[in-house]
């Protein structure tokens, strides 16, 4: 097979951007380096697609919620991610949680069998002649990052992102915890509470304070944390009442012992579609493998607890989007290498795959000698390209999730209420004509994406 680009990550940017180019007939070359004899501090398997923190997607609501509209979006542009995500879903309310692991072999064979795509397991340690889509991530190997750091004329920004633990689902005290979704949202069963008084929340708390964490090495010292993803104790050195205000919020949650909200509360989501695993929602943490085991047996319910695996942390690389590359993703100073994914200063899951979705797009109009605008900025893909490629404090660049504080503000008067709906309306009113004008792929594959081939 000649190929036509070269994808270098083989995460959810990169897997999504070669499943585009694919599906328009482009033909692919994914290099991933796991798999290959490499292996990052992060990942655990060699599976395309592998979701290293956390299961979930986050929101499914796409009337009122911007990450929501971001799948919405993306389902109606094809995009592999999101029909792999909704194949292997597990409860979890309003929001989109996967079975990571059927998640990534779904990802993984889809990949795998697309006569456009070739996966190779190598480790690129130079930036690759064009065209090619650099989709490394936040664990870009050290050679390859100071190629893009010496292309790029100036050095990577960087900051740390922790991981959650996950528990075995039949070592949870059931007599102590309870399912419930917040204010009853789901079918009741989508999330496991673990009740703390006030004294045991103080004691938890002070724990997270004493705990011995993971030391940084010299290289990550000065390295700040993204302020969605922080660690459970360095949000507990904030304030004594912080955690009660953020992941352990008691608030909608009906102990039936008591028929009141506890003080606080630790809820853990089902993680795998059997459901035999569960993580402790919002507890990423940089503290030692044994003060994790210690303390989090001090919560009610988990004092049984067998972990799957415990938190972790480490650290993300991203460059300086808004002043390095143009509106359709490409470096300024060398045009045929775009970016695509975290390594762009996106944060989050979707919007990992989203900038990986329109980077695949943009290159396969590209080589197929079409134009392709950047989506209106009134959609939720529109958003946040603008935001990577147009933020107008470029030194100031920091990771975004989508959100509607990215979207252009809705004019006149409007009641607060109303607002996230007015977002979503105009944003599907401005997504229309745009999809119209998409030019027809020269040599589509056709192909169901919500299921794995049946060579998988």
Known sequence: MTHQIHIVGGGLAGSEAAWQLAQAGIRVRLSEMRGGGDATPAHHTDGLAELVCSNSFRSDDADSNAVGLLHQEMRTLGSLIMAQGDRHRVPAGSALAVDRDGFSAGVTAMLEGHPNITVVRERIDTLPDGPVIIATGPLTAAGLAEQIGAATGSDALAFFDAIAPIVHRDSIDMDTAWFQSRWNKGDGKDYINCPLDKEQYLAFHQGLVDGEKTPFRDWERDTPYFEGCMPIEVM?????????????????????????????????????????????????????????????????????AEFARLGGLHRNTFIRSPELLDPTLRLKSRPDIRFAGQITGCEGYIESAAIGLIAGRFAAAELLGHDLAPPPVETALGALLTHITGAAEADTYQPMNVNFGLFPPIEGRTKKADRKRMYTDRARAALSPWLSSLPTPAAAIPADISREPASA
């Not at 912080?242 to 102990?255: A, I």
């Not at 630790?266 to 402790?280: E, F, K, M, P, S």
């Not at 994790?292 to 919560?299: A, D, G, K, N, P």
């Open 236 to 304: 507990a050195e904030r304030g004594v009442d912080t955690l009660r205000f953020g992941p352990m919020k008691p608030v909608g949650l009906d102990d039936p012992r008591t028929g009141r909200w506890p003080y606080a509360v630790v809820q853990l989501r089902q993680d795998n579609a059997a459901g035999t695993l569960w993580n402790i929602v919002g507890f990423q943490t940089k503290l030692k493998h044994a003060e994790q085991v210690r303390l989090f047996r001090t919560i009610p319910g988990l004092q049984n």
